[in-house]
């Protein structure tokens, strides 16, 4: 658990003076020396799903879905021999396992079946293979894994060019080949993050990255990722924009051709990914860059001024984190607090549930990091894309957003939850401790919720342990049964905290973290700001705070009209404060409730887009328009 939080943590030791580096191409990161020729690749244009800002420009690591990475693909010239000998070896082990293994399956699946196997040992065999690799060692001076990859990825390219389906399907023979002499090749490691070797930052291009993967990375050695899956909600995504990491996620099926790319441009601003860049990109991106740097440079400003409408009105901006070392960049970004503290990744990338001890240390730290400001901790939510080594929730079913998740997975493993609520109520001695439950669908959860965190406080109290007697406890909005009973909620509850991300989800029934459904979720949809607008309505009529702690929060484009929906408070990442300022300190209340009046009326997504960037626009006019 040490190492993980500790690369988080180096990471986010950072000043503002630090800031225009990382959202512009790492100065390290140097163009690998392109041999053009007629096997260099063609730029290519990769169109995904933007989770994570900035822009990120180096050469390429590919984790594929087995979890291998392939090393670095220039080599120098004295390194040939070695590669060759490589090559040699992990074709002819190849070779031999094939054989093997259509032995096997003759003895026992008969000759029909052995026959398949056979093909593929007599394609490793076939000496035009072994030779063609060979020669792009030698003359384009590159690994022998890419060497591999080049030709067998020709092949099948060529063979799903053809019109006869038959042939066209042996291109799935191939890559099995290609995979079977990978793996001699490759190694994964324990925890299925690629090895960054060497002293040059790289990009990584890989199918998935779980949270805790995400969260290992070392923003200083991996200065942008993308994927092949995943949403804009996910949580892989959340911890990329925690990390000032620019991220791209859902690009669908990329990492055959992704392989044979030697660098790569990863722009988290448009969701766009481009291997191999031509010069003329490349310029465009380094001059967007430093442009980028300027903007952000100028909204540092908006840092010490207060989120206040242009009518007087005081947005209270927090910020959302996962580790300790984040509080200082909210306050140095201005946030007057922090909305959302996600205690499970606590629990991610280890084998064993933290201790009371460990997590009373975190969680302190945390608050005297606030110096008296608020600090909302959300209590475990675990499951779903969450999963951690060492609880039963690993077996978590065929749809884990429905199931054993969040308050149910707490509820469910009472010595789990008494254990985080001792950290969390004796750390609430030191500060403005606020604690809420997530993914809470009925009153009966919240009741038991509520009464295990009485039960721990009478222990603490009994033992003589300092506690905040008059702790805020609040409700996390995620649900729509939670949304269409907040005016009961808001009889028991303190606050609520509206996480639009699930929020969202539920309501739209879309699986947040599945691309070939992303076009369905959308916060503009009638109907999640229909149930916002009522969470809101239930805890103005109970004198209940309400905050926005989901990704709607963070966006320029749904302020005014949370604003105007009545609500006060926001929290998001860190990065996002300054911006969010800019924008408050540009409304005007009455036109941000009649703007929200006016979506509420609205019957599509669509619609509602149209009417927001067009008052945005009206807002915040782009230079010399």
Not at 109 to 116: K, N, R, S, T
Not at 442 to 462: F, I
Not at 487 to 511: C, P, R, W
Request: aromatic share 4%; with cysteine; hydrophobic share 45%.
């Amino acid at each position: 658990m040490t190492s993980l939080r500790g690369r988080v943590l180096a990471a986010h030791r950072r000043s503002d003076a630090d800031l225009p580096r990382i959202l512009t191409p790492n100065p390290l990161l140097r163009d690998p020396t392109v041999r053009r020729g007629p096997n260099t690749p063609k730029m290519q244009t990769l169109r995904g799903i933007a989770v994570s800002p900035g822009v990120a420009i180096g050469p390429v690591r590919v984790l594929n879905p087995k979890g291998r990475t392939l090393p670095p693909r220039a080599i120098d010239s004295k390194d040939v021999p070695t590669q060759l000998a490589r090559l040699d070896a992990a074709i002819e082990t190849a070779k031999r396992e094939a054989q093997v293994a259509c032995d096997e399956a003759r003895r026992r699946l008969g000759a029909q079946y052995a026959d398949i196997l056979a093909a593929h040992a007599r394609m490793i065999a076939d000496p035009s293979l072994r030779g063609e690799a060979r020669n792009r060692v030698l003359n384009d001076q590159i690994a022998a894994e890419h060497a591999v990859v080049d030709v067998l990825e020709g092949y099948a390219q060529r063979l799903e060019q053809l019109k006869d389906s038959h042939l066209a399907a042996r291109g799935a023979d191939v890559r099995d080949i290609l995979d079977r002499i990978l793996d001699h090749f490759l190694e994964r490691s324990d925890d299925g993050l690629p090895a960054v070797e060497g002293d040059e930052p790289t990009l990584i291009l890989a199918h998935d990255l779980s949270p805790s993967a995400t969260a290992a990375l070392d923003p200083t050695r991996v200065p942008g990722f993308a994927t092949e899956a995943g949403g804009q909600a996910s949580h892989t995504a959340i911890v990329a924009a925690a990390l000032e990491v620019p991220a791209v996620v859902g690009l669908g099926r990329m990492l055959d051709r992704a392989r044979q790319a030697r660098m790569a441009i990863i722009d988290g601003d448009e969701g766009v990914v481009i291997l191999d860049p031509d010069e003329a990109t490349l310029l465009r991106y380094r001059q967007a860059s430093v442009e980028r740097a300027q903007r952000f440079a100028s909204l540092a400003g908006l840092s010490t001024l207060a989120a206040e409408t242009q009518d007087g009105t005081t947005i209270a901006v927090h910020g959302n984190i996962e580790f300790p070392a984040e509080v200082a960049t909210c306050l140095d970004r201005g946030a007057v607090g922090v909305g959302l503290y996600r205690t499970e990744f606590l629990y991610l990338g280890t084998r064993r549930a933290p201790t009371e001890e460990e997590q009373f240390a975190t969680y302190a730290a945390v608050v005297r990091s606030a110096a008296g400001r608020p600090v909302v901790f959300r209590t475990l939510d675990l499951g779903a894309d969450k999963l951690p080594d060492f609880a039963a929730v690993a077996d978590h079913g065929r749809n884990p957003s429905l199931g054993l998740r969040s308050i149910r997975l707490s509820l469910r493993d009472p010595t789990l939850f008494r254990t985080q609520l001792r950290a969390l109520l004796r750390a609430s001695a030191l500060g403005d401790v606020r604690i809420m439950f997530p993914l809470v669908s009925t009153l009966g959860e919240w009741r038991r919720a509520r009464e295990a965190l009485a039960r721990v406080a009478a222990e603490l109290n009994a033992e003589e342990v300092p506690f905040r007697r008059d702790l805020p406890l609040g409700l996390m909005i995620e649900v729509p049964a939670a949304a269409l009973m907040a005016d009961h909620f808001a009889k028991e509850v303190d606050f609520f905290s509206i996480g639009t991300n699930d929020l969202i989800q539920y309501t739209m029934a879309v699986d947040r973290t599945n691309e070939t459904v992303a076009d369905l979720y959308n916060a503009a949809d009638p109907a999640v700001l229909r149930l916002i607008a009522r969470v809101v309505e239930a805890g103005a009529e109970h004198k209940r705070p309400v905050l926005v702690c989901g990704s709607m929060g963070g966006e320029p484009l749904y302020t005014s009209l949370l604003v105007g929906l009545g609500l006060r408070e926001l929290s998001m990442a860190p990065h996002q404060v300054p911006e969010i300022k800019r924008v408050v300190r540009a409304i005007h209340l009455d036109q941000a409730r009649d703007l929200a009046a006016r979506a509420l009326t609205l019957d599509s997504a669509g619609a509602v887009l149209d009417l927001l960037r067009e008052a945005l626009r009206t807002m915040l006019p782009e230079p010399g328009s």
